[in-house]
């Protein structure tokens, strides 16, 4: 088949694109055009062309009775042809490295064999607890509403069940490969390997059906446009999911089909967990590692900075001394000064004291206050007694 790149855009009238897709299921049919089943879908509800709802093949192939709706003529405004054009085609899927590739092959290996049983009779302690606990809740309502007619919760459909019988043989496989089952934060069954958690959501596959509006419903707001109503109908098919994705390149979805049930892609699903847990637990080196550095790297900055204000204070600390020895080598020529000038009259008695006995305090404490008496050794140790925490400015 062609790529999408070389294929020429192709013009189709409603009578034409009506033909094709009650001829050819529209997901086939798309692809031979270059487009999404989606995209083909918006093309025949921009003609007003009606096309085959969901299940109608399969129903079909069932011997069941369809219907199949006439094309209406066309309406004022509605256009009566489309040209479709291909899209691009969409990229590749990754490849998977080899080593993951290998590591797949060998748990296929491992997991061949995985069954799942028709009873379950040695549940798997977290499938055992949600069992106990239905039972337990029906004994308490039978107990307490008896013969009052109270609400006694229903047994485990044959869908329930189902479920319980794969999880229970999914985690049993999976905790024999290093793997430990738990409930996440979420109360969802999960698995975990090397702290990676992985979420297992297995729950029945819905679908939309248009449904045509009861008489009520028109009453109430009918559209002629829309004469019907959506709504979600269960497909009896179980999906099961992973979540976060295992790796990028493996599957994380499952859900049962017409031949293959996901009973029988067990053993691929577990096989899927083993071939990624070698994965996950360097995925987990790799965080602890990362997390080491981001420590390592908030402790240098702290440190530096740490250092930088041990710097900036002990400068202060220094800039505060030289300030004082300049204002003492001021207040010593001030002092001078005004000896010389009161050179002759010395004996003048202020406060108990003379000109001459105030001079020689004023000298006495100019002293004390000089940091140069205590030498450079003497400076310094005042410096290095100065640490980050020294001074704490607002």
């Known amino acids: 088949m062609p790529d999408a790149e070389t294929r020429k855009s192709v013009t189709l009238s409603r009578e034409e694109l009506y033909a094709l897709v009650w001829a050819t299921p529209m997901s086939r049919l798309a692809i031979q055009y270059g487009l999404s089943g989606n995209g083909l879908a918006k093309i025949c509800r921009r003609l007003d062309v009606p096309y085959p709802p969901r299940g109608y093949w399969a129903r079909k192939e069932a011997g069941k009775k369809v219907a199949q709706p006439a094309l209406l003529a ?4 509605t256009r009566a042809q489309a040209t479709i054009a291909p899209s691009l085609p969409a990229p590749p899927p990754p490849q998977i490295p080899l080593e993951l590739e290998e590591g797949l092959a060998a748990a296929r290996r491992l997991t ?20 106990e606990e239905r039972q337990r809740e029906r004994e308490q ?11 006694v919760p229903p047994d485990f459909t044959a869908m329930e069940r189902r479920r319980h019988r794969l999880l229970s043989t999914l985690l049993i496989a999976l905790e024999k490969h290093g793997y430990a089952a738990k409930i996440d934060e979420r109360g969802r069954p999960a698995v975990e390997i090397a702290k990676q958690v992985a979420a297992l959501i297995l729950k029945e596959k819905y679908r939309q059906v248009r449904q045509p509006l009861t008489e009520e419903e028109k009453k109430r707001a009918f559209n002629p446009k829309r004469p019907w109503r959506q709504e979600m109908q269960p497909t009896g098919f179980l999906q099961l999911s992973v979540e976060p994705r295992l790796h990028p390149s493996l599957r994380q979805s499952w859900i049962d089909t017409a ?3 996901l009973e029988a892609q067990l053993p691929e699903i577990a096989a899927v967990f083993i071939a990624a847990a070698p994965m996950l637990q360097e995925r987990r080196r790799q965080q602890e ?21 041990l710097e900036r204070n002990r400068l202060r600390g220094f800039l505060e001394l030289a300030s004082r020895w300049k204002e003492v080598e001021t207040a ?14 010395l004996g003048e008695v202020l406060d108990d004291q003379t000109l001459g006995e105030w001079i020689a305090w004023a000298r006495e404490r100019l002293t004390e206050h000089d940091p140069l008496e205590a030498g450079a050794a003497g400076v310094f140790r005042a410096i290095a007694s100065i640490d980050q925490w020294t001074y704490r400015d607002v």
């Open 74 to 77: 066309i309406r004022p405004g």
């Open 112 to 131: 061949a064999s995985l069954r799942v049983p028709a009873k379950l009779h040695h549940p798997h302690q977290i499938v055992a607890g949600w069992i």
């Open 141 to 151: 309502a039978r107990r307490y509403s008896w013969g009052r007619g109270g609400y």
């Open 259 to 261: 031949d293959q049930p």
């Open 289 to 309: 590692e990362n997390e080491r550095r981001r420590h390592e790297e908030e402790r240098r900055r702290y440190e530096e900075r740490q250092r930088q204000q």
């Open 332 to 345: 010593r020529l001030f002092l001078d000064a005004l000896a010389k000038r009161e050179a002759g009259d």
